[in-house]
């Protein structure tokens, strides 16, 4: 079924994680942390380059051209992450055709595993609108009143956390982030602008450890997985 390309939309602050530096620059082992994600994506087979969302006059972007003897390509983003992720799929070389699906992944979510990225490409491709990596929500949900108390407990069969990446096509995803935009709707993954369109993404159980790095402890568990690795 041929290769795809990735698009990282990596131009957010992290302003809950603090500091000046943005989270996806930190250092996590003896790399920052986009490179750990891009590492992740660019050592499948089927992935045939990245194209990454930075910050308008991003002083802290590397300037990485390739990995795994593969391209890096580099664009502005936008605002929000919908604007970064419509940029970063506009910006895709020509040789990516309109109806070619793209991967789209968190620039923090660095312990991606090979065989959940396999089964993602394996399972989405082989449907006409898609799929997103997910985990099944283990925990008792509850709901809050506004004083802080219990309201209700909430089910949690079938309900699902979504994790990245997320795999469409092309212009079906440009065009769903498009009109959400026109519409005022902050979407807060590919996903959501999907089923906006009617559209039903199938859903690919993906391992718990595939984390995002949101705190400072995300970033130390991220850093003891490493030390197991012995990086």
Same mark, same amino acid.
């Given at each position: 079924?041929?290769?795809?390309?990735?698009?990282?939309?990596?131009?957010?602050?992290?302003?809950?994680?603090?500091?000046?530096?943005?989270? $996806?620059?930190?250092?996590?082992?003896?790399?920052?942390?986009?490179?750990?994600?891009?590492?992740?994506?660019?050592?499948?087979?089927?992935?045939?380059?990245?194209?990454?969302?930075?910050?308008?006059?991003? $002083?802290?972007?590397?300037?990485? /051209?390739?990995?795994?003897?593969?391209?890096?390509?580099?664009?502005?983003?936008?605002?929000?992450? &919908?604007?970064?992720?419509?940029?970063?799929?506009?910006?895709?070389?020509?040789?990516?055709? &309109?109806?070619?699906?793209?991967?789209?992944?968190?620039?923090?979510?660095?312990?991606?595993?090979?065989?959940?990225?396999?089964?993602?490409?394996?399972?989405?491709?082989?449907?006409?609108?898609?799929?997103?990596?997910?985990?099944?929500? @283990?925990?008792?949900?509850?709901?809050?009143?506004?004083? *802080?108390?219990?309201? &209700? +407990?909430?089910?949690?069969? @079938?309900?699902?956390?979504?994790? /990245?990446?997320?795999?469409?096509?092309?212009?079906?995803? &440009?065009?769903?982030? $498009?009109?959400?935009?026109?519409? *005022?709707?902050?979407?807060?993954?590919?996903?959501?602008?999907?089923?906006?369109?009617?559209?039903?993404?199938?859903?690919?159980?993906?391992?718990?450890?595939?984390?995002?790095? +949101? +705190?400072?402890?995300?970033?130390?568990?991220?850093?003891?997985?490493?030390?197991?690795?012995?990086?």
């Amino acid at each position: 079924m041929g290769t795809v390309w990735a698009v990282v939309p990596a131009a957010g602050r992290g302003t809950r994680f603090g500091g000046a530096t943005p989270k $996806q620059y930190l250092l996590a082992g003896d790399r920052v942390l986009l490179a750990h994600t891009l590492e992740a994506l660019l050592s499948h087979p089927v992935v045939a380059g990245v194209m990454v969302v930075i910050a308008d006059r991003d $002083q802290d972007w590397p300037g990485w /051209t390739s990995l795994a003897d593969k391209p890096i390509l580099t664009c502005v983003g936008g605002a929000t992450r &919908a604007g970064s992720v419509l940029a970063g799929l506009q910006a895709l070389p020509d040789s990516v055709r &309109a109806d070619d699906f793209v991967l789209v992944h968190d620039a923090a979510r660095p312990n991606l595993a090979a065989a959940d990225l396999g089964r993602l490409l394996e399972v989405g491709r082989n449907d006409p609108v898609g799929a997103i990596l997910a985990a099944p929500v @283990r925990d008792t949900l509850k709901r809050a009143g506004d004083d *802080g108390g219990i309201d &209700a +407990t909430e089910p949690r069969a @079938r309900l699902w956390r979504a994790l /990245t990446p997320q795999l469409f096509r092309r212009h079906q995803l &440009a065009r769903a982030l $498009q009109e959400a935009a026109d519409a *005022g709707i902050e979407v807060t993954d590919e996903a959501m602008a999907m089923e906006r369109q009617g559209l039903r993404p199938l859903l690919v159980e993906g391992n718990e450890d595939n984390f995002k790095v +949101t +705190t400072p402890s995300d970033l130390s568990r991220f850093e003891f997985v490493l030390s197991r690795r012995g990086i």
